[in-house]
């Protein structure tokens, strides 16, 4: 009987101590969820498929091209399709909506302010994101910094990569959601 | 006494357990707050009055009118009155600063990026907000991603609601926010 | 062993106590920084040594020189030198990366969206910012909403103070980074 309450309150101990989070590499997520979103610019020409357009640029810019010095001081605010697979027609299961800003001179970065809305059978609610984009490097991570809905209150970090790109004008990011906080 | 222990033990359980939510329709906020702000456009006449303003728009759009296609790609910045009540003239608590972003062709949705700042007998700090806003909709929730002074480390959500516009220039917007991560 | 069982149980409780916070005086920071970024506004002569670019204004305002009224309304964004101590010099540890916006007609205040991007021995990984920043009072507390990498799912307050500026080319600042919820 002693021995069971002892071991009892071990288990309580590592249920405890569980909450005191140790090395960062140790870390598995509560939940997953990889989904791809696309990107199309509107450039002029393009205004029927358009997704985002340039809508802030830098003294001496316009708004149909992208800025000069790798996009420095362009604001782009877009509305996606959000996809489970890499294909640009599969049926959406929501709409990444937000902001993407180029912020550096000499290098392509970004910095990213965006949600999703997901609104399947599968999710209903939101994530949202922030983060700076490295966007040369190969897989990059942001933070997500809440949710609503399925996704209440939820904390992570996403790992984006560039999937695929065409010109300026088309990009596809897919994205390794991984929240560390559920509820 | 074997029993009174494992009694302890159990009632330890209960509160290691309550650290790992369940299901999320169960959760009681540990704080609550209702507040309504009020945002008056700029539109090339109301400068007295105006506590916002159109500082980017998508090509062939100008800043004192709101663009087409549902204002996409108009990010606009205010400086709005906090108050206890809907009523514009009530003494404000605070202000409301920060940025809105119209992000949908098709519909009107926003994406929000703004502080409270309160400043009264009751409140002093400032609360963090991010989400997506689909103005449509009745409620909708965006996140609450942190707080300092009166609400250092706060986390939540704010459902939001219209509760008035008038034309394309002045809308207020009931805030009810609900900390689920209280210091 | 009834009495060490008693007293384990008792520990359990302190440990799953700690867990829920009590008043907020007295947090300490599980880990703190100190650091100071540079920002050299483009006012269209010194292109070769700006960080950052004004790349949205409200209407009559342009893109070299600082709204009137407060520059409210002015979008900036930046990429500016991270360093350890207070001079410009001094070999950077990583860049702040992202923006700030004016948005107060009658006095200074700003409303901020960045991230630190850290590269040295010492840190390698991201830290995300957001909060208003009343400029003119002596020190302000923002909200540190997430990290990466070095800083995986961190949370904090960060309390900032302008170092130093020249007119309005060039501004300092300090940047004290308390973490709470290290990972």
Not at 8 to 17: D, I, K, Q, T, W
Request: net charge negative; hydrophobic share 45%.
């Amino acid at each position: 009987m002693r021995a069971s309450c002892i071991l009892v309150c071990f288990f309580m101990f590592l249920a405890a101590s569980s909450a005191v989070p140790g090395k960062k590499k140790q870390y598995k997520p509560c939940r997953e969820l990889v989904l791809y979103f696309h990107d199309i610019i509107y450039n002029g020409q393009n205004a029927a498929n358009a997704t985002s357009a340039i809508v802030a640029a830098p003294e001496g810019a316009n708004l149909t091209i992208l800025a000069g010095q790798f996009h420095f001081g362009n604001i782009v605010v877009f509305d996606d399709p959000i996809t489970l697979d890499n294909n640009l027609h599969s049926p959406p299961v929501g709409r990444a909506q937000g902001m993407y800003i180029y912020d550096t001179k000499n290098t392509f970065t970004a910095w990213l302010g965006f949600s999703f809305s997901l609104n399947s059978t599968d999710h209903l609610g939101t994530i949202n994101f922030l983060g700076a984009d490295p966007i040369m490097i190969k897989t990059r991570d942001i933070s997500v910094v809440g949710g609503t809905g399925d996704f209440f209150m939820h904390r992570g970090v996403a790992t984006i990569s560039t999937d695929a790109f065409e010109g300026e004008v088309y990009f596809r990011l897919r994205v390794d959601i991984k929240f560390y906080e559920c509820w």
